[in-house]
Nanobody, 124 residues
Framework: QVQLVDSGGGLVQAGGSLRLSCTTS????????MGWFRQAPGKEREFVAS????????YYAPSVKGRFTISRDNAKNTAYLQMNTLKPEDTAVYYC?????????????????WGQGTQVTVSS
Protein backbone atom coordinates (compact mmCIF):
# COMPACT_ATOMS: atom_id res chain seq x y z
CA GLN A 1 0.00 0.00 0.00
CA VAL A 2 1.31 3.44 -0.94
CA GLN A 3 0.09 6.58 0.79
CA LEU A 4 0.58 9.85 -1.04
CA VAL A 5 0.49 13.23 0.68
CA ASP A 6 0.14 16.32 -1.51
CA SER A 7 1.19 19.76 -0.33
CA GLY A 8 2.23 23.18 -1.56
CA GLY A 9 -0.98 24.59 -2.96
CA GLY A 10 -2.20 28.09 -2.24
CA LEU A 11 -3.39 31.40 -3.63
CA VAL A 12 -1.14 33.17 -6.10
CA GLN A 13 -1.52 36.01 -8.59
CA ALA A 14 -1.38 35.36 -12.30
CA GLY A 15 2.21 35.12 -13.45
CA GLY A 16 3.35 33.75 -10.12
CA SER A 17 4.84 30.41 -9.17
CA LEU A 18 4.14 27.52 -6.82
CA ARG A 19 5.84 24.22 -6.15
CA LEU A 20 3.77 21.21 -5.23
CA SER A 21 5.20 18.24 -3.38
CA CYS A 22 4.01 14.66 -3.15
CA THR A 23 5.58 12.63 -0.38
CA THR A 24 5.11 8.91 -0.02
CA SER A 25 5.53 6.38 2.72
CA UNK A 26 7.26 3.07 2.24
CA UNK A 27 10.49 2.01 0.65
CA UNK A 28 9.34 1.35 -2.91
CA UNK A 29 8.87 4.88 -4.24
CA UNK A 30 11.38 4.28 -7.04
CA UNK A 31 9.21 1.41 -8.34
CA UNK A 32 6.40 3.80 -9.24
CA UNK A 33 5.93 6.19 -12.08
CA MET A 34 4.50 9.44 -10.71
CA GLY A 35 2.09 11.91 -12.17
CA TRP A 36 0.09 15.04 -11.45
CA PHE A 37 -3.53 15.56 -12.40
CA ARG A 38 -5.93 18.41 -11.70
CA GLN A 39 -9.66 18.87 -11.42
CA ALA A 40 -11.48 22.17 -11.70
CA PRO A 41 -15.07 22.59 -10.46
CA GLY A 42 -17.55 20.96 -12.81
CA LYS A 43 -14.81 19.39 -14.92
CA GLU A 44 -13.24 15.97 -15.20
CA ARG A 45 -9.87 15.19 -13.72
CA GLU A 46 -7.19 15.88 -16.33
CA PHE A 47 -3.60 14.92 -16.86
CA VAL A 48 -0.95 17.55 -16.13
CA ALA A 49 2.47 15.88 -16.05
CA SER A 50 4.18 12.58 -15.35
CA UNK A 51 7.61 11.07 -14.98
CA UNK A 52 9.00 7.58 -15.15
CA UNK A 53 10.54 5.72 -12.24
CA UNK A 54 14.02 7.11 -12.78
CA UNK A 55 12.84 10.57 -13.70
CA UNK A 56 14.66 10.37 -17.03
CA UNK A 57 11.50 10.79 -19.09
CA UNK A 58 8.78 13.38 -18.54
CA TYR A 59 5.45 14.08 -20.21
CA TYR A 60 3.24 17.16 -20.15
CA ALA A 61 -0.20 18.26 -21.18
CA PRO A 62 0.01 20.83 -23.98
CA SER A 63 -1.62 23.46 -21.76
CA VAL A 64 1.24 23.39 -19.25
CA LYS A 65 4.25 22.48 -21.37
CA GLY A 66 6.98 25.07 -21.01
CA ARG A 67 5.49 26.43 -17.77
CA PHE A 68 5.40 23.39 -15.47
CA THR A 69 8.21 20.99 -14.58
CA ILE A 70 7.80 17.61 -12.95
CA SER A 71 10.69 16.06 -11.05
CA ARG A 72 11.35 13.49 -8.37
CA ASP A 73 13.89 12.74 -5.68
CA ASN A 74 13.86 9.01 -5.04
CA ALA A 75 16.12 9.38 -2.02
CA LYS A 76 13.46 11.59 -0.40
CA ASN A 77 10.45 9.61 -1.66
CA THR A 78 9.09 12.83 -3.09
CA ALA A 79 7.78 14.06 -6.42
CA TYR A 80 7.47 17.74 -7.30
CA LEU A 81 5.56 19.93 -9.69
CA GLN A 82 7.12 23.34 -10.25
CA MET A 83 4.51 25.66 -11.72
CA ASN A 84 5.62 28.94 -13.27
CA THR A 85 3.76 31.69 -15.13
CA LEU A 86 0.51 30.56 -13.57
CA LYS A 87 -2.77 31.52 -15.22
CA PRO A 88 -6.30 31.76 -13.78
CA GLU A 89 -7.24 28.71 -15.85
CA ASP A 90 -4.72 26.68 -13.84
CA THR A 91 -7.01 26.99 -10.82
CA ALA A 92 -7.95 23.50 -9.66
CA VAL A 93 -7.35 20.85 -7.06
CA TYR A 94 -4.09 19.13 -7.93
CA TYR A 95 -3.58 15.44 -7.19
CA CYS A 96 -0.46 13.36 -7.39
CA UNK A 97 -0.81 9.81 -8.65
CA UNK A 98 1.32 6.70 -8.64
CA UNK A 99 1.45 3.69 -10.90
CA UNK A 100 3.61 0.64 -10.31
CA UNK A 101 5.91 -0.11 -13.21
CA UNK A 102 7.86 1.43 -16.04
CA UNK A 103 5.04 3.06 -18.01
CA UNK A 104 4.31 6.68 -17.15
CA UNK A 105 0.86 7.40 -15.78
CA UNK A 106 -0.88 9.77 -18.19
CA UNK A 107 -4.53 8.82 -17.77
CA UNK A 108 -6.53 8.95 -14.56
CA UNK A 109 -7.71 5.34 -14.86
CA UNK A 110 -4.08 4.17 -14.96
CA UNK A 111 -3.32 5.49 -11.47
CA UNK A 112 -3.29 2.99 -8.65
CA UNK A 113 -2.86 5.47 -5.81
CA TRP A 114 -3.88 9.08 -5.30
CA GLY A 115 -2.96 11.88 -2.98
CA GLN A 116 -5.65 13.77 -1.12
CA GLY A 117 -5.30 16.83 -3.36
CA THR A 118 -4.09 20.37 -2.80
CA GLN A 119 -5.94 23.50 -3.91
CA VAL A 120 -4.26 25.90 -6.32
CA THR A 121 -6.02 29.21 -6.93
CA VAL A 122 -4.67 31.74 -9.41
CA SER A 123 -6.17 35.21 -9.26
CA SER A 124 -6.25 37.55 -12.25
Amino acid sequence: QVQLVDSGGGLVQAGGSLRLSCTTSGRTFSSYSMGWFRQAPGKEREFVASTTRSGDSTYYAPSVKGRFTISRDNAKNTAYLQMNTLKPEDTAVYYCAARLGVVAVTKAYEAQYWGQGTQVTVSS
